[in-house]
């Protein structure tokens, strides 16, 4: 029965209640105002797009949600979805409706999705179209034991929530590249996702490990990528970026590297950088067995507020690795730490001028403390998203 006494027990926590629960309210109608999703994060891309329970219907709001260099990637955004129903891979050159490739190398923009988990083993080297999204949220993809990803003088690249991993050389056969067109391909390299003169290119929240040369490599002449919230492991040479020393146009090269989780098994290269501007920021690295950050040919580098945890080693406590030139030559190049968290004895060893007015010229986007980064990169890899709920 209801009490007088009752009523004011009540109120004793009924008004702190409405008025944290005003409170609430009056914080959700600021980030309405703000015009994106936010879970609270920090991290931008995931706060635009992993709270939105309908994410599954609204998908092409991924491609609003890039950040760094390679924000202007808009993929397939402007075209039809595309389902992967086959996960075979028989013929590279005629390939069937329903696979893979077949939607990867159609002129028109699509946004490619899985009808369900699958493994997909090609046989040769998936050679993407301009304008297209690889999208596994959803469904748990593998692209492994096989040649994999080449990105080869296109534009417009999102891939999303793949696993990719076991990847091998390839070549010494035709492979179609567009509906009229397929070449004969010479032997690749083995790398898991190949960046050959592409631009507009953004790899968000994929698991890769274990491939034969690299897991993303970016050279001649790429440009405008960003690769975010991936979860790299268990691999050698991680990621390179340019093509040789010699090689002048990649002097253009801008890449993002943010919020990514280098992990175990991982021995160097993450990334080694030749000519370009490369902003590393937010990443979180928990081993590597020779360097973490390393580079050739005068490239400038930005690592912003990430954590670094270095090998028990005494001999491996350096972040960086000046590659390939006398310390005289090297004590010019850019190298600026700013912000970076540095655990069992690591250390980054800074070069150049440094200048703070040069580096924030070319900044891709504002760095968070250090200390966010294990919130940051918590969600690093692909993601179990499944419908009807914040993925």
């Not at 950040?67 to 993929?75: E, N």
């Not at 179209?129 to 990105?151: E, L, M, Q, W, Y």
């Not at 919130?375 to 993601?383: D, F, K, N, Q, R």
Request: proline share 4%.
């Amino acid at each position: 029965m209801l009490t007088w006494e009752n009523v004011r027990c009540l109120s004793k926590w009924v008004a702190p209640a409405i008025s944290a629960y005003v409170s609430i309210l009056s914080i959700n109608a600021s980030r309405r105002e703000l015009g994106f999703l936010s879970c609270g994060t920090a991290n931008p891309i995931d706060d635009c797009w992993r709270c939105d329970p309908d994410w599954e219907k609204n998908r092409k709001r991924l491609a609003e949600c890039g950040i760094g260099f390679g924000k202007r990637a808009i993929g397939g955004r402007d075209g039809r979805l595309y389902v992967v129903t086959d996960p075979s891979d028989n013929d590279p050159v005629n390939p069937r409706p329903g696979t893979l490739r077949y939607g990867v190398v159609r002129d028109e923009p699509l946004w490619i999705v899985f009808a369900g988990d699958m493994v997909i083993k090609l046989k040769q080297e998936l050679i993407m179209n301009s304008f297209k999204t690889i999208d596994g949220r959803g469904s748990n993809v593998h692209i492994a034991g096989g040649p994999c990803i080449t990105i080869q003088y296109v534009t417009n690249i999102i891939i999303h929530g793949i696993n990719i991993h076991d990847c091998k050389r390839g070549g010494n056969a035709y492979v179609r590249d567009s509906p009229s067109h397929y070449g004969w391909r010479t032997v690749s390299d083995g790398d898991g996702v190949s960046i050959f003169g592409g631009s507009h290119v953004w790899i968000d929240h994929c698991s890769l490990s274990n491939c034969n040369d690299g897991l993303i490599d970016a050279i001649h002449g790429s440009t405008a990528i960003t690769i975010s919230n991936n979860y790299m492991t268990h691999h050698n040479k991680v990621m390179l970026l340019g093509h040789s020393d010699s090689y002048k146009k990649d002097k253009g090269m801008q890449v993002t590297i943010a919020f990514n989780h280098f992990g175990e098994g991982l021995v160097q290269r993450m990334p080694r950088c030749r000519h370009g501007y490369f902003h590393v920021v937010n990443n979180d690295y928990t081993q590597w067995q020779m360097y973490a950050i390393g580079g050739s040919a005068a490239p400038t580098i930005n690592s912003q507020g990430n954590r670094f945890y270095a090998p028990n080693d005494r001999n491996s406590k350096e972040v960086t690795k000046h590659e390939d030139a006398p310390r005289s030559s090297w004590r010019r190049w850019n190298w600026r730490s700013s912000g970076d968290l540095m655990l069992n004895g690591a250390f980054f060893t800074p070069s150049g001028a440094g200048a703070s007015s040069s580096y924030a010229k070319a900044s891709s986007l504002s760095a968070k403390s250090s200390s966010l980064v294990g919130s940051i990169t918590a969600g690093a890899g692909s993601l179990r998203c499944r419908k009807g709920r914040r993925c």
